[in-house]
Nanobody, 124 residues
Framework: QVQLVESGGGLVQAGGSLRLSCAASGRTFSNYPMGWFRQAPGKEREFVTAIDWNGRTTYYADSVKGRFTLSRDNGKNTVFLQMNSLKFEDTAVYYC?????????????????WGQGTQVTVSS
């Protein structure tokens, strides 16, 4: 079992930045590829970004490419999502997730563990 706790959300003006963190506890964190998804009001949850177990490979949705950066510190059992140049349409609840296998990084169903989410609100 892996427990995930997100933090760092909040209210920011368009063009600003936020850094989300996802702290993991339980089983060996470094074994798990990680991902972030988000859900805006009235919309389905969507893939944002993912990282493999050793942090060497990252994947981004087209909507955030060039603005968001995902990294991980396996020594601290934490992944970090740096979000720059935020837009109003980035407003959503952001969820951290962990999966046991490397394939299917953009698919919700491949993730085994989820955090409770953290709200990000971007004012226009």
């Amino acid at each position: 079992q892996v427990q995930l706790v997100e933090s760092g959300g909040g209210l920011v003006q368009a063009g600003g930045s936020l850094r989300l963190s996802c702290a993991a506890s339980g089983r060996t964190f470094s074994n798990y590829p990680m991902g972030w998804f988000r859900q805006a009001p009235g919309k389905e949850r969507e893939f944002v970004t993912a990282i493999d177990w050793n942090g060497r490979t990252t994947y981004y949705a087209d909507s955030v490419k060039g603005r968001f950066t995902l990294s991980r510190d396996n020594g601290k059992n934490t992944v970090f999502l740096q979000m720059n140049s935020l837009k109003f349409e980035d407003t959503a609840v952001y969820y951290c997730a962990a999966r046991r296998h490397n394939a299917g990084y953009a698919e919700e169903k491949t993730y085994d563990y989820w955090g409770q989410g953290t709200q990000v609100t971007v004012s226009s």
